[in-house]
């Protein structure tokens, strides 16, 4: 099964929701989500990010904290997809060149950050259509 990691800034609003919407999508891949920084360590997902995948009836694990991507995880995941051009510079600039061609971005244009925006809806619509074409891709 191929292992795929979701990674935002925090992994409380983008990459968590990009998270458990694909795993609503599909039962053929790994898949987890991880942060870039160690900024919001050990909290839950954000009540915007929950808000909105209870409006849409997607289930997700309440019990799922933040995280920060370790050296490990570039080992570990066969894809590795920044939520924007920044994460992505990031995990690059965090990581061995030699895990760098499995450092992909989410779509050609960032997820915006619903933490600055406050848009959950947008970010959501942007992420479903999103992890549509990555099932597609991946399975
Ligand atoms: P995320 O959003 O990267 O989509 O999880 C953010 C969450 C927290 C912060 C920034 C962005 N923060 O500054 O703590």
């Given at each position: 099964?191929?292992?795929?990691?979701?990674?935002?800034?925090g992994n409380i609003c983008r990459s968590p929701m990009a998270?458990?919407?694909?795993?609503?999508?599909?039962?053929?891949?790994?898949?987890?989500?991880?942060?870039?920084?160690?900024?919001?360590?050990?909290?839950?997902?954000?009540?915007?990010?929950?808000?909105?995948?209870?409006?849409?009836?997607?289930?997700?694990?309440?019990?799922?904290?933040?995280?920060?991507?370790?050296?490990?995880?570039?080992?570990?995941?066969?894809?590795?997809?920044?939520?924007?051009?920044?994460?992505?510079?990031?995990?690059?600039?965090?990581?061995?060149?030699?895990?760098?061609?499995?450092?992909?971005?989410?779509?050609?244009?960032?997820?915006?950050?619903?933490?600055?925006?406050?848009?959950?809806?947008?970010?959501?619509?942007?992420?479903?259509?999103?992890?549509?074409?990555?099932?597609?891709?991946?399975?």
């Amino acid at each position: 099964m191929k292992k795929v990691c979701f990674v935002c800034l925090g992994n409380i609003c983008r990459s968590p929701m990009a998270e458990f919407v694909m795993k609503s999508l599909t039962d053929e891949l790994e898949i987890e989500s991880r942060a870039t920084s160690g900024w919001e360590h050990g909290h839950p997902i954000h009540e915007g990010t929950q808000g909105i995948l209870k409006q849409y009836g997607i289930a997700y694990d309440v019990k799922k904290d933040s995280t920060k991507m370790s050296s490990d995880d570039f080992e570990y995941f066969d894809v590795i997809i920044g939520m924007d051009a920044s994460n992505v510079e990031n995990l690059k600039a965090m990581s061995d060149p030699k895990y760098h061609n499995k450092i992909v971005q989410f779509a050609e244009e960032s997820v915006p950050d619903p933490w600055y925006t406050g848009d959950f809806e947008d970010t959501y619509q942007r992420v479903l259509s999103g992890c549509q074409e990555w099932v597609k891709k991946l399975t």
